[in-house]
């Protein structure tokens, strides 16, 4: 017989790899079980339907990989701790096609579907010093006001009143120079002494 000293190690062992690892059959099935929870039995015309494992330390493991395709519940196998669920949705063209990447874990009972990939920010906003968590709004360009024209500052000069018409009859006579006004009259008499002259000789 063995020494209980020999015995606690192996015990100990035992224990902790079976509560590390999900079990695949924590309960037990009378003679004769037959699964009713199969995708035969669950996909029919116009459905799509697909099976996923979970166990009791992740329970929403199918949820959160196929309700946001519009996959819903159909049925779940018998099992308290490791369990496999077969979620369906009407099949056509519409349906959102299910990446790879999580089809690929969907058999894993410790997956987790993968984080939806969003869109790299074109650029750093600036944020708060008081609270980081907040971005300003980007600025909104906003058009320039035209400047608007001027007035010309006013002379300091008066205008000059706009010329007069000539006053009297003769509106186009012509004042004589000073030049003419004073040999028109010796002129003058210079003819007449010359008639004058000519008029004796004669006699």
Not at 9 to 19: F, Q, R
Not at 92 to 116: C, E, F, I, W, Y
């Amino acid at each position: 017989m063995r020494s209980p000293l020999f015995l606690g190690p192996a015990l100990v062992a035992g224990l902790t790899l079976t509560l590390s690892t999900p079990a695949r059959a924590d309960l037990a099935r009378p003679p004769g079980f037959v699964e009713s929870c199969t995708m035969k039995s669950q996909s029919g015309a116009g459905k799509e339907c697909l099976s996923c494992a979970a166990f009791y330390g992740n329970s929403s493991h199918c949820e959160e990989s196929l309700a946001s395709y519009g996959f819903k519940e159909g049925c779940r196998t018998s099992g308290a701790s490791v369990w496999s669920e077969v979620w369906c949705r009407p099949a056509g063209p519409r349906a959102t096609p299910v990446p790879n990447d999580v089809l690929a874990q969907l058999d894993k009972s410790t997956g987790h579907p993968p984080a939806p990939a969003s869109a790299a920010p074109t650029g750093t906003l600036p944020t708060d010093p008081v609270d980081p968590a907040f971005v300003a709004p980007p600025a909104v360009a906003t058009a320039e006001p035209t400047a608007m024209p001027t007035a010309a500052p006013p002379s300091a000069d008066p205008p000059a009143p706009p010329p007069l018409p000539p006053s009297g009859g003769c509106g186009g006579c012509a004042t004589p120079r000073p030049e003419t006004a004073i040999w028109a009259p010796l002129l003058a008499l210079g003819a007449l002494a010359v008639g004058w002259s000519r008029r004796r000789n004669r006699r």
